[in-house]
């Protein structure tokens, strides 16, 4: 089993930045593909971000393209998402998600079905 929790969530500024932590527990998740997800209120959970285990290839939603950086520290056993630029419109619960697998297709990354295990949440309030 691993255990997710995201932290670094908070109330920002349009234009400002906010970087997002996801710490792994329970297993080493460097062979594990890990995905930054997010869900506004009243829609549904939209894929953010994602990075491999084994070149650290990333994807991007295009919505956040040029302006989110995701990361890995396999040392910490941490991911983390660096969000500048926002708008109001990045603001949701943004979660943590992780599957150890290596995907065919680009546009799997971006499934949140294929994810087996994710963390509670951290909300993201951006101010127009």
């Known amino acids: 089993q691993v255990q997710l929790v995201e932290s670094g969530g908070g109330l920002v500024q349009a234009g400002g930045s906010l970087r997002l932590s996801c710490a792994a527990s329970g297993r080493t998740v460097s062979s594990y593909t890990m995905g930054w997800f997010r869900q506004a209120p009243g829609k549904e959970r939209e894929f953010v971000a994602a990075i491999s285990w084994s070149v650290g290839n990333t994807y991007y939603a295009d919505s956040v393209k040029g302006r989110f950086t995701i990361s890995r520290d396999n040392a910490k056993n941490t991911v983390y998402l660096q969000m500048n630029s926002l708008k109001a419109e990045d603001t949701a619960v943004y979660y943590c998600?992780?599957?150890?697998?290596?995907?065919?297709?680009?546009?799997?990354?971006?499934?949140?079905?294929?994810?087996?295990?994710w963390g509670q949440g951290t909300q993201a309030t951006v101010s127009s």
């Open positions: 998600a992780a599957v150890s697998a290596l995907f065919g297709y680009s546009s799997d990354y971006g499934r949140d079905d294929l994810y087996d295990y």
